[in-house]
């Protein structure tokens, strides 16, 4: 059975395509809100991508016309005990984004319509993130009488700085893709029709790239938050030469300095000259 007819039928898609997985959110009718289900299934789908050796980069998108709406308020609204349903929904959908985070894959976001409450906390849990021009991005939160959850009290300010952080969130503003992209809520913004096949042109780029490179890079500098100066120097040097040796780092070491087609040969040999000019 291939992953696309595994996971049909869900809240959330799970497929592979060679090595590449794409994670979709898909409750379009619902804006993809997520309710308990849907945060089960995205941190079994996360947990599929972390387990299969041949996933090389993951792809997070959402089906229809926005990307996520955030929590489903008529979901909580309708538990018997809305306290202890919200505090279930708010962590394990948690336990998947952090998850996502720690990958030691590269995960692109592609980010449609809106992001909003835990859909914006699913864009900032994401490595790179590419936003159509019509995207809107938003905490929602306080707007209906609710604090942040899913880390978003965490990433957000990380990324945009704390006065904007709580700009934000305080107030019912929205950014448009070009605020978010000037903000650093996302990498890249590219016309609506050209989303998907960019967004998926840069995750089978990464796919294609040095994995575990890519993934310790993302390790070192998700963790630098919690360490100090000295800490992350020494995790720094330990990684960089666990992989010098490493079969990634050899044969593209070897092949920048023999200046293959793919390295920046101009460059190596302008640093050859350098060394020659230093030297003599």
């Known amino acids: 059975m291939s992953e696309r007819q595994a996971s049909a039928g869900g809240p959330v898609r799970y497929e592979v395509d060679t090595a590449l997985a794409r994670i979709t959110l898909d409750r379009p009718a619902a804006s993809n809100a997520i309710d308990l289900p849907t945060a089960e299934s995205f941190a079994a789908a996360v947990a599929r991508a972390a387990a299969d050796e041949t996933v090389r980069a993951v792809l997070l998108t959402g089906a229809g016309r926005r990307f996520c709406a955030g929590g489903d ?10 306290g202890a349903y919200v505090h279930a929904l708010a962590s394990t959908l948690d336990l998947g984004l952090r998850a996502l985070a720690d990958l030691p894959k590269p995960v692109v976001a592609a980010v449609q319509g809106a992001a909003a409450g835990a859909g914006l906390a699913a864009v900032l849990s994401a490595d790179v993130a590419v936003a159509g021009r019509s995207a809107k991005f938003a905490a929602a939160y306080t707007a209906v009488g609710l604090t942040p959850d899913c880390g978003f009290s965490r990433l957000l300010p990380r990324a945009v700085g704390q006065p904007r952080a709580l700009h934000l969130t305080l107030t019912r503003r929205s950014l448009s ?3 978010a992209l000037e903000w650093g809520l996302v990498a890249e913004v590219v016309d609506d029709d050209e989303l998907t096949a960019r967004a998926e ?3 089978a780029e990464l796919a294609a790239g040095p994995v575990r490179a890519l993934g310790e890079a993302k390790r070192l500098l998700r963790g630098s938050w919690h360490q ?10 330990r990684t960089i030469a666990a992989l010098v040796t490493g079969p990634e780092a050899s044969e593209r070491i070897d092949a920048f300095l023999s200046g293959s087609p793919w390295s920046p040969a101009p460059r190596a ?3 050859r000259d350098c060394a020659r000019s230093r030297a003599r």
């Open 177 to 179: 893709a070009a605020e």
């Open 269 to 271: 040999t302008a640093s």
């Open 73 to 82: 308020l008529a979901a909580m609204a309708a538990a018997a005990d809305r």
């Open 228 to 237: 100090s100066p000295q800490e992350v120097a020494e995790d720094e040097a």
């Open 201 to 203: 042109a840069l995750a």
